[in-house]
């Protein structure tokens, strides 16, 4: 009888030791969720691709003004604009004066009856400052310096202050093909006049570049590109010429490639002279093409790649271009705002 007293009491304490220690165990932790799927669409869009090159801002090519005989007694302030039948600079203290056309005086004009291409130079510009000169032939080696030019020649002369004599020499008259500006001015008064003055650039602000002709690739004649100001400013505007310069030492002995850009509206750089800009030029573009992130593909052990769809089937499709972390996409079952599976 004791020991089967004995016996219960042990079993009694037992189970309370059991018991106690299932109670001071901590709970089991809950089964994890499932991770939750991150998914995109599939996006109709554009996409492109940029090509970002360092250019400079300014006049375009300058071209060095050189005088006749004699000693320079004015000169033109950098910056100036040229305006045709007006004085630009001074040779012994006599005005030279621009006219805009195709020929350069190359001779005295001075004797009733010479005809020429000079003369109608004159003719033409005599005739836009608002002085009679009669008709001039349409063919301009026939035009011919009548008493009506020369009267007109003198007119003209008395309106720039100087003596009337009704001719025109060579070194008193700068013909240009077009309205200019002046950038350098490198004479000094005092000095002869048949010396290199001053340079004159074109008065429309430019963007030019050089470079490799093996790079110059998509730069064609009336691109549409982007000029970055300084300021950051994106500025419209499109390539007015590319040109191949040979190669020298100068520019590393392979052929080059002189690019000039023009902004669509000028006066988006009128606040600038010249200056460091960015060229931003498109080398590859789609439009309306369908698009995913580059996250949502998944390259194929068997070689190309597919999309992911939420159920967990892949979807195979062909790529097309890349764009920064977008890529173009096709294939049967890929439309527009389907969902697809993209990386954490």
């Known amino acids: 009888m004791r020991k089967t007293v004995i016996a219960a009491t042990v079993l009694v304490v037992v189970v309370l030791a059991v018991v106690l220690v299932v109670r001071g165990r901590p709970p089991e932790p809950a089964a994890a969720p499932a991770p939750a799927v991150k998914t995109t669409t599939v996006q109709r869009g554009d996409l492109a691709n940029t090509r970002t090159l360092q250019a400079q801002l300014g006049f375009g090519a300058a071209r060095p003004v050189k005088g006749a005989a004699g000693t320079v007694t004015k000169l033109p302030a950098t910056g100036q604009n040229t305006e045709p039948g007006k004085e630009l600079y ?14 350069p005086l190359f001779r005295a004009l001075d004797t009733p009856g010479l005809k020429g291409s000079d003369v ?8 836009a400052l608002g002085y009679s ?5 349409r063919d301009a080696t026939k035009a011919e310096l009548t ?3 020369i009267d007109a020649v003198k007119k003209w002369q008395k309106a720039l202050g100087v003596e009337q004599t009704g001719t025109l020499a060579p070194g008193r008259v700068l013909v240009l093909d077009r309205p200019m500006r002046v950038g350098t001015v490198k004479a000094q008064l005092g000095e002869p006049a048949a010396e290199e003055l001053f340079e004159l650039t074109p008065t429309t602000r430019l963007v030019s570049l050089q470079v490799p ?6 730069l064609k004649a009336d691109l549409p590109v982007t000029i970055m100001r300084p300021d950051n400013r994106p500025v419209p505007a499109k390539v007015t010429s590319v040109t191949q310069v040979a190669a020298t030492a100068d520019n590393g002995g392979s052929p080059k490639a002189d690019v000039v850009i023009t902004p669509d509206n000028p006066a988006d750089v009128g606040d600038l002279d010249t200056a460091p800009v960015r060229l931003m030029v498109t080398t590859e573009s789609r439009t309306g093409v ?8 998944i390259a194929l052990k068997e070689g190309g790649y597919a999309v992911q769809l939420p159920s967990g089937a892949l979807k195979a499709v062909k790529t097309g ?7 173009e996409i096709s294939g ?8 697809v599976v993209t990386a954490q």
């Open 90 to 103: 001074r040779v012994d203290d006599q005005p030279v004066v621009v006219f805009i056309g195709a020929t």
């Open 120 to 127: 109608a130079v004159v003719m033409d510009n005599l005739a």
């Open 133 to 137: 000169v009669g008709t001039r032939p």
């Open 147 to 149: 008493h009506r030019v």
């Open 213 to 218: 002709v093996s790079e110059a690739g998509v």
């Open 290 to 297: 369908l698009t995913v992130p580059l996250a949502a593909l």
């Open 321 to 327: 271009l890349y764009s920064q972390d977008k890529v």
């Open 332 to 339: 049967d079952g890929v439309t527009d705002g389907l969902e």
